[in-house]
């Protein structure tokens, strides 16, 4: 009867030991979670009082959300001078081996317009160039691409209402999206 009662002694001392050091790693990958958003936030004050970024604490990880304002041009997927100036900025932080980076690109619901409608047939494809161009620039940046997944949400996950020009130009977004490793 007492080998049975250390045993279970033992078993609910390694549980209790088990779940204190998988609450402390969670501790810490919130603390560090913590840290990037603040320094990214930092990064890029500017464009979070112009409004064209948010920055969001997740459970699993941060959102930075891009406006397809400071991203890219009207009716274009090529990066902007003010899109790649905010992307140097935080570059430099997504390359530590700390996150796996999802770029994902959103638009409104309106039609294609006619000087992107032969290349980009549907919203689909034009969101995932735009994010595959800022996977690209990142890339360039030394943030390693093994990292790096370019995803397309396209029309289907909108943020605000599409009946609204405002609404539509909050849609044209992209999304960084880190989770840790």
């Avoid at 958003?37 to 970024?53: C, F, G, N, P």
């Avoid at 977004?173 to 490793?181: D, G, H, N």
């Amino acid at each position: 009867m007492r080998r049975r009662g250390i045993r279970t002694t033992l078993r609910v001392w390694i549980l209790g030991a088990a779940t204190l050091v998988g609450g402390c790693v969670m501790q810490s990958t919130y603390n560090s979670m913590l840290q990037q958003q603040q320094a990214i936030e930092s990064s890029l004050r500017s464009e979070i009082s112009a409004d064209q970024v948010q920055i969001e604490q997740l459970k699993d990880g941060i959102r930075v959300r891009m406006s397809g304002v400071l991203l890219y041009r009207e009716g274009s997927v090529e990066l902007t001078p003010k899109g790649r100036a905010a992307l140097d900025k935080v570059a430099p932080q997504f390359v530590a081996e700390t996150y796996e980076i999802d770029v994902v690109g959103n638009t409104d619901n309106l039609s294609i317009g006619r000087e992107l409608a032969e290349r980009y047939p549907t919203n689909w494809e034009l969101a995932g160039a735009r994010a595959a161009m800022v996977v690209r620039y990142l890339q360039e940046q030394s943030v390693d691409p093994t990292r790096l997944r370019s995803i397309s949400a396209g029309q289907y996950h909108p943020v605000d209402s599409n009946d609204t020009a405002d609404g539509r130009a909050r849609n044209r977004r992209t999304e960084i999206l880190l989770r840790p490793r």
